[in-house]
Nanobody, 116 residues
Framework: QVQLVESGGGLVQPGGSLRLSCAAS????????MRWYRQAPGKERELVAT????????NYADSVKGRFTISRDNAKSTMFLQMNSLKPEDTAVYYC?????????WGQGTQVTVSS
């Protein structure tokens, strides 16, 4: 079955960096568009970044553009989110996502907290 396992979250000071990973299994990762979402307390889940199957096309939410970078290693079936210049408003649970017509697949999420 499809599994998406996030890791790399934690507590970081404003201005710091974190790198999230999403290990995928149970499907052909190299042909799948993948996404990162996040959900802050009391807010709706927000699309953060999207990457195409080859890793050649990426899109970002305006709130993270220029600070976050999405990438992937198809040989290792892993997706990444490099987060730099982190702000307190980036605090959220970050989710790995595989879009699917009949219902997306989601990971369990990893907590990112930006605080001094």
């Amino acid at each position: 079955q499809v599994q998406l396992v996030e890791s790399g979250g934690g507590l970081v000071q404003p201005g710091g960096s974190l790198r999230l990973s999403c290990a995928a299994s149970g499907f052909t990762f190299r042909i799948a568009t993948m996404r990162w979402y996040r959900q802050a307390p009391g807010k709706e889940r927000e699309l953060v970044a999207t990457i195409d199957s080859a890793g050649l096309s990426t899109n970002y939410a305006d709130s993270v553009k220029g600070r976050f970078t999405i990438s992937r290693d198809n040989a290792k079936s892993t997706m990444f989110l490099q987060m730099n210049s982190l702000k307190p408003e980036d605090t959220a649970v970050y989710y790995c996502n595989k879009p699917r017509t009949m219902g997306d697949y989601w990971g369990q999420g990893t907590q990112v907290t930006v605080s001094s």
